[in-house]
């Protein structure tokens, strides 16, 4: 099955990011406390070949004020998590053809993000699009 080598890959692909590129681009917004993560581009795979790519950019709140520290020292987790969700969602649900359910997929990265750390209050799409390749 050629789904499982492509979705291995991207999660190597985004885990050998340098810390500094992530710490540069994925940064915690002090004045209102939430942390925005690098857009997340996956690609939507139908029948073993690319039918286009999903792009989402997301934001986080921490539940508490205290949670934000540790948000801010999880970060790559928290990426690994939400383009986890993201590869599934877009196994699962996407299409090139038609609009992204912005709410299941919202509460699918709430989900696998609060996994990572239960300091997760809400996560916020800022853009999401899904285009045919």
Do not use: C, W
Not at 96 to 124: C, D, H, I, Y
């Amino acid at each position: 099955m050629l789904q499982a080598p492509v979705i291995a890959m991207f999660l190597l692909a985004a885990l050998a990011l340098p810390a500094g590129t992530a710490a540069a681009s994925e940064t915690a917004d002090t004045a209102s406390a939430f942390l925005t993560l690098e857009e997340i581009r996956t690609p939507i795979i139908d029948s073993s070949s690319i039918d286009g790519v999903i792009r989402v950019k997301l934001a986080i709140e921490p539940a508490d004020s205290a949670a934000a520290a540790l948000l801010t020292l999880h970060l790559p987790l928290l990426r690994a998590a939400a383009l986890a969700a993201v590869i599934e969602y877009a196994h699962l649900e996407a299409s090139g053809f038609k609009p992204v359910n912005s709410e299941r997929l919202r509460a699918g990265l709430t989900r696998a993000l609060q996994r990572v750390t239960p300091g997760v209050g809400k996560v916020l799409i800022l853009e999401v699009g899904a285009f045919p390749s």
